[in-house]
């Protein structure tokens, strides 16, 4: 009888939930314009509009639907406002939401080929449609010696690889006895954080990462890569791995690859190339050149969850050898034994990442790419190129304003010329008026705008008049100075 | 005027398309038994069915979606079927999948405070929540020392665990200068294959893991890891780590945490309690007893996507000192500067785990927790408990098949008498019928069953059903025998 009771939402009312919450999102993104972009709440507020305690009883979805809309939205940054400008994007799109949508409806592991055969073979057809897309090497096709895997983020890719290249540098002793040896990595001073993190993580001591000056364009110096690592060797140090970054964190500088490739291969080093953000790029025949040199990897990642219009989490992460990969990463306890498995007719993609479950993210990324198709992905890169181009004119042209590097792309570092203190001020009143949202970084050692066009929704109309107010918004400031 | 031309999904076609994915899993979950609940496609029929070159022009979302049901679903192992008890479960639900939709809709990122403040405090509110639910002790609350974040599985959240106590035992040198000590981990033998992985990608090495024995009923031997820690200081190591673990995969054993604690207490060890599976059995008192010991925890996993009705990805991750956790994990490069981070009043989780980027997945759980209150959790809870000890009293009365652990939640590891040979037999009939899924385990060296009853939606009805078509099946193949 006990069996009869059930606190379940039945298929009928998640019909009409399910059809209220997709309605709530269509209203979101014809309205996201009128919130601030900046959410505008105090440290606490959210906490302190939520009961201290958990309900013993089950409460109508109305009910909390809205309290979402009262008590969350307002501390929510919104990301997916045209008006978004800060950090590097983390675009969504509608095919991408629905395809992720199913893909929770579902609910099944992909962490072997036989827990849902489609998860895994989705994801590498899908990741070789990929690497057919931006024209990577042969050897990241699954057909070769390589593949691609979607990881979570390129953090995560970072510690794979640095993983992958310890255990190779050490002939897969390390996963075993422990690291015994002192290994050194390079990047460049404007590499992501999350190679420091890696580094850390997988035990090499951020002392051993060296952070190689870079050239007037941010990127890496390869003579003084190739120069530290000499020096190394001659400190009895083992040189293992080097990341190069397509499109810095900071600046979106490219480094160059075919140099620093070259020095990899003379060494013997594992060669990762994060292009997180700028690597959608490559979809475009005209930007393909800041892969130029992509042969010599032995890892990539790019993420689609930036710029490709693919919900995170949503990371492409390639091998040049795939076996390398599984040898670091494979573990077969007896619960996860099955014929497929060991007839090896299949990939298990638990053996290539940190964890072991895995969501059905490929289904996102196939939506994205049969929606958009080829031609409509590079639309939208080329056309938030563009803006970032003709924005970077307009400063350039200014008599107030500067650029603060090249913007290859569609990032665009730029200064106030009064200096530090005018620069923080303007943004942070820029931040504050909650008509949009920019970041700032450091290059020379001076405050630097930057200004990053990629949000799915963004137009021309927006560019402009975020323009318009950024030199408003000075000229304010500058007279009360 | 390059402007006016869109790729884009328009709000109208989303709503549209919205509402027939919400459909379509409304209908999948009405239908879901009628599916083989094992995938039966062959290595390969998948991606064979798929084009071999990505569109160049976007598709009709109404393809897309025939396609998915077409190419895909023949691909699927169903999860959410009540008939699914092989592994641990993967739970869904409506409020789950609903809340989880309206995170893709935001598509924020909850990497620091600023970014989405409501990312940030609810995850800390609901993980409070849970916290108070589980009657966990009171230093993992957020409110006191320590304090509970949203990990995506298991697996990472022991590496960070892992990681953690190798930079305490370090005093954070590890970190900066390279692992330079030979640190040994501990857990049992039935410990998850998880923490061999986060103990390989640490840098301990897998020869420095010392698995200790296991009484009876599967428990790590609490006396046994004494002698193990004793033994490794006579040698010159330095013991760091021990996992104890609240339900192990195999058979659901719970390790003793009072005596294991009271050990890590005198020698000065991290003590992780992993109890992924069952750790949700804790919302009833009366299985409380499960966790008793968690005093002496350093840190503490359960994950709400197996047994709670959410959604993966979905780890809750408790430690007692939140300041070593960010002080191994802590980076801050120029960009992610701000005022809120600064003055140290707001959490920022990129400081509590391996990745940067951070999904709102507290949302689903907050869903989750209102919808069903948690009367309506334990509910549901209890009947999975009573189901699985029903099925273990059929097997106990069975003349032709034995109980092969204890079974004091909701797995049942069982045989028949007649050997290896028939039990493989009877696990691929099984299988194969497409009615179940179940995998198994060895214990004791002998092949052995595992029944998990803890699917959403599974009733007494299907239990029936399956006990029922086991004892059918393995008749069948004695008489062939």
Chains 1, 2 share one sequence.
């Not at 800060?86 to 199913?102: E, K, R, Y």
């Not at 990241?140 to 983020?153: E, N, P, Y």
């Not at 010329?417 to 620069?423: H, P, S």
């Amino acid at each position: 009888m006990e069996d009869q009771i059930s606190y379940h939402m039945t298929p009928d009312e998640f019909r009409r939930q399910g059809k209220a919450v997709i309605d709530w999102i269509a209203d979101y993104y014809e309205t996201v314009e009128q919130y601030s972009v900046l959410s505008t709440v105090k440290p606490g507020e959210i906490r302190a509009a939520l009961p201290p305690h958990p309900p013993a009883q089950g409460e109508p979805f109305e009910e909390i639907l809205a309290d979402f809309q009262k008590i969350i939205i307002p501390g929510i940054t919104h990301w997916q406002s045209p008006n978004f400008y800060a950090f590097f994007p983390a675009n969504t799109s509608g095919p991408s939401i629905l395809g992720d949508l199913l893909s929770s409806g579902l609910g099944v592991q992909g962490m072997i080929w036989l827990t849902s055969p489609a998860c895994t073979e989705l994801e590498t057809h899908v990741l070789d449609w990929l690497a057919e897309m931006l024209e990577l090497p042969e050897k990241f096709h699954s057909h070769s010696s390589g593949g691609g895997v979607i990881q979570d983020t390129a953090s995560t890719a970072a510690l794979t690889a640095v993983l992958a290249a310890r255990e190779r540098i050490t002939d897969y002793s390390s996963n075993e006895t422990g690291l015994q040896h002192r290994l050194t990595a390079y990047a460049s001073t404007q590499a992501h954080s999350s190679i420091e993190k890696a580094v850390k993580m997988a035990g090499l001591g951020s002392q051993n990462l060296r952070l190689i000056p870079v050239d007037e364009r941010f990127a890496m110096r390869a003579d003084l890569l190739a120069r530290q690592i000499d020096k190394d060797r001659q400190a009895g140090l083992i040189p293992c791995f080097v990341c190069a970054t397509v499109g810095t964190t900071s600046s979106n500088a490219l480094d160059p690859l075919e140099q620093i490739g070259r020095v990899c291969q003379q060494e013997g080093l594992w060669f990762h190339v994060d292009a997180a953000m700028a690597g959608t790029a490559a979809l475009c025949p005209e930007f393909r050149y800041i892969q130029s040199g992509l042969d010599y990897a032995d890892s990539y990642a790019f993420n689609p969850h930036k710029w490709m219009f693919t919900n995170f989490d949503c990371d492409c992460f390639y091998v040049a050898d795939r076996a390398g990969l599984i040898r670091t990463f494979s573990i077969l306890p007896e619960y996860l034994r099955n014929q497929a498995t060991e007839a090896g007719t299949v990939i298990d993609y638990r053996d290539w990442h940190v964890q072991l479950g895995r969501r059905f993210r490929s289904l996102k990324l196939w939506f994205v790419i049969r929606h958009y198709g080829i031609e409509g992905l590079r639309h939208h890169i080329r056309s938030h190129v563009d803006l970032a181009q003709e924005f970077a004119g307009w400063v350039d042209q200014s008599p107030d304003f500067e650029l603060a590097a090249p913007a290859p792309l569609n990032l665009v570092c730029f200064r106030h010329l009064a200096g530090d203190d005018l620069n923080q001020q303007l943004l942070d009143r820029l931040n504050q008026s909650g008509q949009l949202y920019l970041t700032h970084t450091r290059l020379n050692d001076r405050m630097t705008l930057r200004m990053c066009i990629a949000q799915s929704q963004t137009i021309k109309r927006h560019v402009e008049e975020a323009w318009n107010l950024i030199q408003k918004t000075a000229c304010d400031l500058a007279e009360t100075i």
